[in-house]
């Protein structure tokens, strides 16, 4: 049976806007298309920025690395607002349940008191790296070029304060909601010799000028020997060690870096593809950060992993950085 | 010259509940219909409490909701688990 | 764990931990290395502590709450365009307030998004950092809502169809071009009182609301949907603005006088730049909803009164010039409407003259100054046309150095007199359209006098070509006889007069019924 719907059928003048029509001719637009290809500014920019005469509002030459078009590089997620913000929201619904059913059951304070040290020395102190990272990809986001780049990294910003915020409620979970163990955590984070060259690291990071240099010793490098010693080795060792209950609190994270590692290296294979310079320079920035966080990670691991852990990971983080086209420098 | 504090909603069924419990609340409010829109205007000081809403709408409401469906206000905001102030305090 | 002496934190306490106590005072590096721009504005900062959390909106709600609306707002675009929504619009006219939205103000948001993405680091209180950077991405969610809504008027209409490149070209676009740029090169906290601030709080209800209530007035779902909803996000945005300007009072007294610099300057750059709202609210909206004096009266008069007087406490006064936008308010969107009449060669919107009612109501909203000093204007550029002679300006209008409007606006004591003020720099002669505005490049001339002036542009032939038809096809990409021109016989006007089985009129005239009834 067919139903005749009559309507006014008018047929488009044309399928997209202008810019997407030079990019991918005139046909219908995804939504991801729509929102992040050429919606910046790029020239005719009325004043030098007082805070850096030397380049303009947005500015290619901010970073070394050089491409003739910054929107080769994409999101494999295709991550547009709605797109993102729906994602989490279905991510953090599982969490809220898990974190509720947690503190329901009082899982938490229920764990040896050994293992809640380890839990409040070791794990809880993360949320401040978090917090580098966010402001690190918050900055990224400021200052990169294109609308497909811009854009993930005020994701990842959002996305790092949301978990440097769920280790807090973890802190939270173990001192029944004073604030007590995350003052301790945050003298750890300070004082401890264990988090002394995580937290330079960071530090050193907050400095870094260039953005693509910036988001590589945060994102890919940091990022890439960081979160799976913690979320997946240290995890095991807490499961092997009558803590399994911890890992429904860091399923986020550790679904995230699954997500957030494909963005990060087809952004890298993009840039290497583009020339053999980026390619140098990459390498370059590559062989004095990665050596650099192994170095910061290790009484880290050393107290909660065992260095072994630390030594696997950078070896599965070296056969990663040789599918993006790079060397680690262990070989 | 008076000082208004306000608040307005799109015109929705979860801004009924509000716009009611807030006139419930603050009897010199004043409320306005606009395209699509709700305005409420008070002299000085308008409060939303979380309690009123709650008996209201017959379920536990967090303050926070009202973001889904404000449109914009006007006054210093004052915000706590159990209400949500506009005020001017001269 | 530990002893358990210590009461459970109440909500506000909770919200600093899950914020501001992430952060940490460095050792390793020095803090004026990791944060080298908070210093250089000369605000005075003693206590980040004291920085009140304007919202208290962790990530984890913050993305069920943004979700649910998102998943709203799309479910309405979808219908919208599955119900070929643009045919039940008021009148194709209305199509022309969309153009100027999307090319003049949503390139501004994606730029607030930047904005806010470097100041969201450059401060040492991480409780405001962390504000900004909610206020980015919110930013980054406006343009793209806006051009996900726009997306299916530009498929039946002209003139939507490259508004990045315009952005950055389009004479007029350099209007709030310059704005955004004015605000994003200087340091981090002008910025906030710029766009937090000045913007946000005192000036925005006079862009979305009356645009939103616009769309509901004239059958725009699409678009009352996304303002709508991108307003319950302004909220957080205003109420961030107030924080931020008391914060920096409170923090020193030295902070006062740069403020208040601050305050009059992005108070009149942001009234120059909503004449273009004001003249959208007057003459682009086929169905009416308030006038721009009512406007200007509500929630800059009514609203900024009460606020000035909260601010009074801290030493500051209402902004330099604010009784010259109390005479203003009654002639400039006619002022600038007759402009863009005879400019419309060069727009990616169409113009058109008022039909009676629109002028009745013009008449009966401007009682003072529109049968005086406008209509007969208006009414002979009437017969004109009805006469076949359309009246097009072909010359370039001369732009002020500041807001880059046309200077065409007129003295507040005199409406028959033009407004025009000049200053010598550096043996150069600069023109301004208003004290305002003069003020402003005295302030900062090594700023202005680097402003990308449109008109100089074109006349310097650094713009694809010497005459206007080259400059306006190549330069603009604005497509001649579709885009431009009168709104009356235009391609737009075709179609919907085709859709509404409507006969084309023999000859293009202002739509009035008077030349009908004659």
Not at chain 3, 343 to 360: C, V
Request: proline share 4%; with cysteine.
């Amino acid at each position: 049976m067919s139903v005749e719907i009559k309507t006014n059928t008018v047929e488009p003048i044309r399928q997209t806007f202008s810019n997407l029509q030079r990019r991918f001719g005139d046909k219908p637009a995804s939504r991801y298309q729509e929102a992040s290809f050429d919606i910046e500014a790029v020239t005719n920019f009325h004043y030098r920025p007082l805070w850096d005469p030397q380049h303009e509002l947005h500015d290619p030459t901010r970073t070394a690395i050089r491409m003739a078009d910054w929107h080769k590089v994409t999101d494999p997620r295709q991550f547009y607002y709605g797109a993102y913000v729906q994602t989490r929201a279905r991510m953090q619904e599982a969490t809220e349940h898990a974190y509720g059913f947690c503190e329901k059951r009082e899982l938490l304070s229920r764990l040896p008191a050994e293992l809640q040290a380890k839990l409040l020395r070791c794990l809880v102190p993360l949320r401040h790296a978090e917090l580098g990272a966010n402001m690190n990809n918050s900055s990224i986001a400021g200052d990169s070029i294109a609308g497909t780049v811009t854009q993930m990294h005020i994701y990842q910003a959002m996305d790092r304060l949301g978990m440097g915020q769920y280790l807090s409620r973890i802190g939270l979970l173990l001192d029944g909601g004073t604030g007590e163990a995350l003052d301790q955590a945050k003298a750890y984070w300070l004082d401890d010799p264990i988090w002394q060259g995580l937290r330079r690291y960071v530090e050193d990071s907050f400095v870094i000028r260039d953005w693509f240099e910036l988001g590589l010793a945060q994102n890919l490098v940091l990022d890439g020997l960081l979160q799976p010693l913690m979320y997946q080795r240290f995890d095991q060792w807490l499961t092997e060690n009558g803590g399994s209950d911890v890992a429904m609190l860091t399923e986020f994270m550790r679904d995230w870096y699954g997500e957030s590692t494909r963005w990060v290296d087809a952004m890298f294979k993009t840039v290497l593809a583009e020339s053999e310079a980026n390619r140098e320079q990459v390498q370059a920035w590559l062989e004095v950060w990665e050596p650099r966080a192994y170095e910061a990670l290790l009484p880290l691991a050393e107290e909660a992993t065992g260095i072994a852990a630390l030594d696997e990971v950078r070896s599965a983080f070296a056969t990663r950085l040789q599918k993006i086209g790079l060397k680690s420098r262990e070989e | 010259m008076s000082s208004l504090v306000y608040i307005a909603f799109q015109d929705n069924d979860a801004a009924r509940y509000l716009v009611e419990s807030i006139i419930q609340d603050n009897p010199h409010a004043v409320v306005q219909h606009h395209p699509a829109m709700i305005r409420i205007e008070a002299e000085k000081r308008l409060e939303i409490r979380r309690e009123t809403v709650e008996e209201n709408l017959g379920r536990a409401w967090d303050v926070q909701e009202m973001l889904l469906d404000v449109i914009t206000i006007g006054g210093n905001v004052d915000e706590d688990d159990d209400r949500f102030v506009l005020e001017w305090k001269n | 764990m530990a002893t358990h002496n210590k009461k459970r934190l109440n909500l506000k306490d909770k919200y600093r931990y899950l914020t501001r106590d992430l952060a940490w005072e460095t050792t390793y590096q020095k803090k004026e290395d990791v944060f080298p721009l908070e210093h250089f504005e000369g605000i005075k900062i003693t206590d980040w502590d004291k920085w009140e959390d304007p919202f208290r909106l962790t990530m984890d709600s913050y993305w069920k709450y943004q979700a649910e609306k998102e998943k709203k707002l799309y479910a309405i675009f979808d219908a919208f365009a599955q119900n070929n929504g643009h045919q039940n619009i008021s009148d194709a006219r209305y199509v022309n307030a969309l153009k100027l939205f999307l090319t003049g103000v949503s390139p501004l948001e994606y730029q607030a998004f930047q904005g806010f993405s470097r100041v969201g680091r450059q401060f040492s209180g991480a409780g405001a950092r962390v504000a900004c950077q909610m206020q980015a991405i919110d930013e980054l969610r406006h343009v793209q809502t806006q051009l996900h809504a726009m997306s299916h008027y530009n498929k039946h209409f002209n003139g939507l169809h490259d508004f990045s490149h315009m952005y950055d070209r389009v004479w007029f676009l350099s209007v709030p071009k310059s704005f955004m740029d004015d605000a994003r090169t200087a340091g981090p906290f002008e910025f906030l009182t710029a766009i937090s601030f000045s913007f946000e709080y005192v000036l925005t209800n006079l862009l979305f609301v009356p645009f939103m209530s616009g769309a509901a007035y004239n059958g725009d779902m699409a678009t009352v949907t996304f303002g709508f909803s991108a307003q319950s996000d302004e909220a957080r945005h205003m109420t961030l603005g107030l924080e931020v300007i008391k914060f920096m009072l409170e923090q020193h007294e030295d902070n006062v006088p740069i403020i208040q610099r601050w305050i009059d300057k992005w108070f009149w750059r942001g009234y120059r730049l909503l004449t273009l709202v004001g003249m959208m609210m007057d003459y682009m909206l086929p169905n009416k909803v308030m006038s721009w004096a009512e406007a200007w009266e509500v929630y800059y008069e009514q609203a900024g009164g009460a606020l000035f007087k909260d601010l009074e406490r801290y030493g500051i006064r209402p902004p330099k010039y604010v009784e010259q936008t109390t005479i203003g308010k009654e002639h400039i969107t006619h002022q600038v409407w007759a402009t863009f009449y005879q400019y419309s060669k060069a727009t990616n919107f169409h113009t058109w003259i008022p039909g009676d009612e629109e002028l009745n109501w013009l008449s009966e909203k401007y009682p003072n100054t529109f049968d005086k000093y406008y209509r007969p204007r208006f009414e002979f550029w009437r017969e004109q046309q009805a006469k076949g002679e359309r009246f097009y300006n072909d010359t370039l209008p001369h732009l002020c150095q500041v807001c880059q409007v046309p200077a065409i606006f007129t003295e507040p004591d005199d409406p028959t007199k033009l407004s025009h003020r000049s200053h010598v720099h550096e043996g150069e002669r600069y023109h301004f359209c208003s004290d305002g505005c003069c003020d402003i490049f005295k302030n900062e001339p090594v700023k202005y006098i680097q402003a990308w002036l449109p008109v100089h542009q074109i006349y310097q032939g650094n713009c694809e070509g010497g005459d206007l038809e080259t400059v306006v096809q190549k330069y603009f990409h604005i497509n001649i006889g579709q885009d431009n021109l009168e709104y009356v016989g235009s391609p737009d006007h075709q179609r919907w007069l085709a859709w509404k089985k409507l006969e084309t009129p023999s000859q293009p005239a202002g739509s009035n019924k008077e030349h009908d009834a004659a």
